[in-house]
C-alpha cells in the first residue's frame, strides 16, 4: 500500500518538478547572461567617461567626512574640483575618526599619495580592493582636517 502510494507521487510530482526546475535554470542562465552584458556596459561607460576627461586628472573621487565639521565634505570637494578630480559621490558618517586616510584601487597608489599632498596635514594612505567600481580613490576626512 505505502509503495503503490510512493509510486504514485513520484511518477505524478516528478515531472511537475523537472520543469520548474528547468524554468528556473533557464531563468538563471538568462539573468546571469543579462548582468554580464550590464557589468560590460558600466565598464565600457566609465572607461569613456575616463577618455572624456570627466576631470583633468581621470581620477574618479569618493569622500566621506567623519570628522566633527559637517560641512568639511563640501568645501575639499570644491577644492579637489579645481584642482581636477571627479568627486563621485561624498557623505557625511556619524562615527567620528582622528586622522584622515586615502585608500585607493589597486594601481592607482601613486595618485593616491598625490591627492593625500593636495590637502593640508598628512593623510595615511592604504589600499582596499573592495572600493565601489567606480571609486578610483576614497578620501576619509578625519579630525585632523577640521
Do not use: C, W
Not at 510530482?13 to 533557464?26: C, M, Q, S, W
Not at 573621487?61 to 571627479?86: C, F, M, Q, T, W
Request: hydrophobic share 35%; aromatic share 6%; glycine share 6%.
Amino acid at each position: 500500500m505505502v509503495d503503490q502510494r510512493y509510486n504514485y507521487l513520484y511518477e505524478t510530482d516528478l515531472p511537475t518538478y523537472d520543469a520548474r526546475v528547468d524554468g528556473i535554470e533557464k531563468k538563471m542562465a538568462s539573468l546571469r547572461k543579462e548582468h554580464k552584458k550590464i557589468i560590460g556596459m558600466v565598464y565600457q561607460q566609465r572607461a569613456q567617461m575616463k577618455q572624456a576627461g570627466k576631470g583633468k586628472l581621470g581620477l574618479a573621487v569618493e569622500i566621506i567626512n567623519r570628522s566633527s565639521n559637517p560641512k568639511l565634505h563640501e568645501s575639499i570637494a570644491k577644492d579637489l574640483k579645481k584642482k581636477g578630480y571627479h568627486i563621485v559621490r561624498t557623505t557625511v558618517a556619524k562615527k567620528r575618526l582622528k586622522t584622515s586616510h586615502v585608500y585607493y584601487q589597486k594601481g592607482f597608489d601613486k595618485q593616491a599619495v598625490k591627492l593625500g599632498h593636495a590637502l593640508p596635514k598628512n593623510q595615511t594612505v592604504l589600499k582596499k580592493a573592495d572600493l565601489a567600481f567606480d571609486v578610483d580613490l576614497r578620501l576619509v576626512l578625519g579630525e585632523d582636517l577640521k
